[in-house]
């Protein structure tokens, strides 16, 4: 069983950076995808970014295209999300998310395991 915990959310104003954290532990985490969602009040889950299991590949949401970032480090276990130039609407719940499989995918259905989420906060 795989398990996902992000850290690094917290308050930040407009403009700012933060960079969270998605470590991953249980199985053979290396080759998994691995994915970034975020979800704020009442709306649906939003994609954010994915990475392939080489990190080589890489695909961003529309909405943080030249501002996010997403790496990893197997080594570590773990899969960062850079976030630049925050905007209020960035607020949300975001989740870190896993699969079995070695490609990208923006759709939350194509993800088997998830984290239990960090709040990031953007004050304007």
């Known amino acids: 069983q795989v398990q996902l915990v992000e850290s690094g959310g917290g308050l930040v104003q407009a403009g700012g950076s933060l960079r969270l954290s998605c470590v991953a532990s249980?199985?053979?985490?290396?080759?998994?995808?691995r994915g970034w969602f975020r979800q704020a009040p009442g709306k649906d889950r939003e994609f954010v970014a994915t990475?392939?299991?080489?990190?080589?590949?890489?695909a961003y949401g529309d909405s943080v295209k030249g501002r996010f970032t997403i790496s990893r480090d197997n080594a570590k276990n773990t899969v960062y999300l850079q976030m630049n130039s925050l905007k209020p609407e960035d607020t949300a719940v975001y989740y870190c998310?896993?699969?079995?499989?070695?490609?990208?995918?923006?759709?939350?259905?194509?993800?088997?395991?998830w984290g239990q989420g960090t709040q990031v906060t953007v004050s304007s």
């Open positions: 990475i392939n299991w080489s990190g080589e590949i890489a």
């Open positions: 249980g199985r053979a985490y290396r080759y998994y995808r």
């Open positions: 998310a896993g699969s079995d499989a070695t490609g990208v995918s923006g759709s939350p259905n194509e993800y088997t395991y």
